[in-house]
């Protein structure tokens, strides 16, 4: 549902905002992890530890930036007839590319990762991203744009991993963070572990927005004089 | 024979593609409002998955022993007119199906289980009818686990929750009770 939002809700022109937010935004305000949740199956099943988090996030901020700025190089010879096909075959060769580089450098994050680095051709923020963005914007602003969200995205699965992987093996990115004595919760590096830390880590952000909002909208500040007569009634 | 069967209840329960691999979460959070609509996704996903696999062990056999190398690629192209074309024939043959199923017919494109199914049935060297019984055991597996989520959600819509765990965060934690469930089938069948 929320990949079909971010492909309809897409603005029909170029980008007008100043170049610095093309980049911000994909970091914080339109998250591809939190706030859009694209590209769920990657967050869940390769985050048992922050070193998968990192290879992953690497392998697909390379794919967003090669395929990003492919398409928006070529965004005025692609008929839009063909433009989905296109986009997925533009990615579908930096994928191999991405499979074959990790492979020949980082063999032992490549194996983790296993089929999930093949995969990233049917992550819905790629196709989402060139749709959206790539196929109406300029090269520079699509390279910007295509660096903020592979940011966000790599920060995303850390944040997720780091959960998984501290408690469930007491590390961090492979440091021990928590004390001997702390009994790993074996869960964690399973699979429900990964449904479990994403549903706590929104759980979280859901209700600190909320929070937020809540404090944003008060009338007035509660001092110790406007809760004086509220007690007063309460008390009866 | 007990190969097959092997094959089948392990793709179907064992390596549940969505509950214990994380692959096609889009449509499990997506679809599964309403179970009737869930099965049917479920079925439209199985169809997929059995042209998929026969054309995976055709390209196998014959395109990708020559270029390995354009394997992600020939896959993705298979899939993407696969689908289009189930979709011309959904829409020939059961207009209703093609109104309720909607913009997820076509978005099965993306749904990485279809993708996945290549990949493990290429890594896994599995023939013709090995991988006809693979995609039929991953189709199962869909079917049941789209059709479990849609069921939990259904009663879910009753009870009382706090908004703030409305939405994804609560579809999440349903979703790892059920994961959790099928960690009962580890175990089972590790003979091969």
Same mark, same amino acid.
């Given at each position: 549902m929320h990949d079909l939002d971010s492909l309809h809700a897409a603005p029909s022109g170029p980008s007008t905002a100043p170049p610095f937010q093309d980049f911000i935004k994909g970091?914080?305000?339109?998250?591809?992890?939190? &706030?859009?949740?694209?590209?769920?199956?990657?967050?869940? &099943?390769i985050t048992n530890s922050v070193m998968n988090a990192l290879a992953m996030g690497l392998a697909t901020t390379f794919v967003l930036f090669g395929s990003g700025v492919f398409v928006s190089?070529?965004?005025?010879?692609? &008929? @839009?007839?063909?433009?989905?096909?296109?986009? #997925?075959?533009?990615? &579908?060769?930096?994928?191999? #590319?991405?499979?074959?580089?990790? $492979?020949?450098?980082? /063999?032992?994050?490549?194996?983790?990762?296993?089929?999930? #680095?093949?995969?990233?051709?049917?992550?819905?923020?790629?196709?989402?991203?060139?749709?959206?963005? @790539?196929?109406?914007?300029?090269?520079?602003? @699509?390279?910007?744009d295509a660096l903020g969200m592979g940011i966000g995205f790599t920060l995303g699965l850390s944040v997720v991993g780091a959960v998984r992987e501290i408690l469930g093996q007491g590390t961090w990115l492979g440091f021990r963070v928590m004390p001997a004595s702390? $009994?790993?919760?074996?869960?964690?590096?399973? /699979?429900?572990?990964?449904?479990?830390?994403?549903?706590?880590?929104?759980?979280?952000?859901?209700?600190?927005? $909320?929070?937020?909002t809540r404090r944003a909208t008060m009338k007035f500040p509660v001092t110790l004089a406007t809760a004086e007569p509220l007690l007063e009634r309460a008390r009866g | 024979m007990s190969q097959h069967l092997w !094959? =089948? =209840?392990?793709?179907?329960?064992?390596?549940?593609?969505?509950?214990?691999?994380?692959?096609?979460?889009?449509? =499990?959070?997506?679809?599964? %409002?309403?179970v009737s609509v869930a099965v049917r996704l479920g079925l439209a996903d199985t169809f997929v998955l059995l042209i998929t696999? !026969?054309?995976?062990?055709?390209?196998?056999?014959?395109?990708?022993?020559h270029a390995p190398y354009l394997r992600i690629i020939a896959f993705i192209l298979v899939?993407?007119?696969?689908?289009?074309?189930? *979709?011309?024939?959904?829409?020939?043959?059961?207009?209703?199906?093609?109104? *309720?199923?909607?913009?997820?017919?076509?978005?099965?494109?993306?749904?990485?289980?279809?993708?996945?199914?290549?990949i493990f049935q290429t890594n896994r060297g599995y023939g013709f009818l090995e991988g006809v019984t693979f995609a039929l055991g991953a189709g199962a597996g869909l079917i049941i686990?789209?059709?479990?989520?849609?069921?939990?959600? *259904?009663?879910?819509?009753?009870?009382?929750?706090?908004?703030?765990?409305? %939405?994804?965060?609560?579809?999440?934690?349903?979703? %790892?009770?059920?994961?959790l469930a099928f960690m009962g089938f580890s175990g089972l069948l590790t003979a091969q």
């Amino acid at each position: 549902m929320h990949d079909l939002d971010s492909l309809h809700a897409a603005p029909s022109g170029p980008s007008t905002a100043p170049p610095f937010q093309d980049f911000i935004k994909g970091v914080w305000k339109e998250n591809p992890v939190f &706030a859009q949740m694209l590209g769920m199956c990657p967050t869940m &099943a390769i985050t048992n530890s922050v070193m998968n988090a990192l290879a992953m996030g690497l392998a697909t901020t390379f794919v967003l930036f090669g395929s990003g700025v492919f398409v928006s190089i070529f965004r005025k010879r692609i &008929a @839009s007839e063909v433009r989905i096909t296109t986009y #997925i075959l533009i990615i &579908a060769a930096f994928v191999q #590319i991405a499979d074959m580089g990790l $492979e020949a450098t980082m /063999p032992v994050s490549h194996k983790a990762l296993g089929p999930f #680095i093949a995969l990233i051709v049917a992550n819905c923020l790629l196709l989402a991203r060139q749709e959206s963005f @790539s196929a109406r914007n300029t090269v520079w602003r @699509s390279a910007l744009d295509a660096l903020g969200m592979g940011i966000g995205f790599t920060l995303g699965l850390s944040v997720v991993g780091a959960v998984r992987e501290i408690l469930g093996q007491g590390t961090w990115l492979g440091f021990r963070v928590m004390p001997a004595s702390f $009994e790993p919760w074996v869960i964690m590096n399973l /699979p429900p572990g990964g449904f479990f830390s994403f549903g706590f880590v929104l759980l979280g952000l859901a209700w600190w927005t $909320e929070r937020r909002t809540r404090r944003a909208t008060m009338k007035f500040p509660v001092t110790l004089a406007t809760a004086e007569p509220l007690l007063e009634r309460a008390r009866g | 024979m007990s190969q097959h069967l092997w !094959i =089948f =209840f392990s793709a179907m329960l064992v390596n549940n593609f969505t509950l214990v691999m994380f692959l096609g979460l889009c449509s =499990f959070i997506g679809v599964t %409002g309403k179970v009737s609509v869930a099965v049917r996704l479920g079925l439209a996903d199985t169809f997929v998955l059995l042209i998929t696999s !026969i054309s995976a062990s055709i390209l196998n056999k014959w395109v990708l022993v020559h270029a390995p190398y354009l394997r992600i690629i020939a896959f993705i192209l298979v899939i993407a007119s696969m689908v289009q074309i189930t *979709e011309m024939a959904v829409k020939k043959w059961s207009p209703t199906l093609f109104r *309720e199923l909607g913009i997820y017919l076509p978005l099965i494109t993306t749904n990485c289980a279809i993708l996945a199914l290549a990949i493990f049935q290429t890594n896994r060297g599995y023939g013709f009818l090995e991988g006809v019984t693979f995609a039929l055991g991953a189709g199962a597996g869909l079917i049941i686990a789209l059709s479990l989520m849609a069921s939990v959600r *259904e009663r879910l819509e009753l009870a009382d929750i706090p908004t703030v765990a409305r %939405g994804t965060a609560l579809v999440l934690f349903v979703a %790892g009770g059920l994961s959790l469930a099928f960690m009962g089938f580890s175990g089972l069948l590790t003979a091969q």
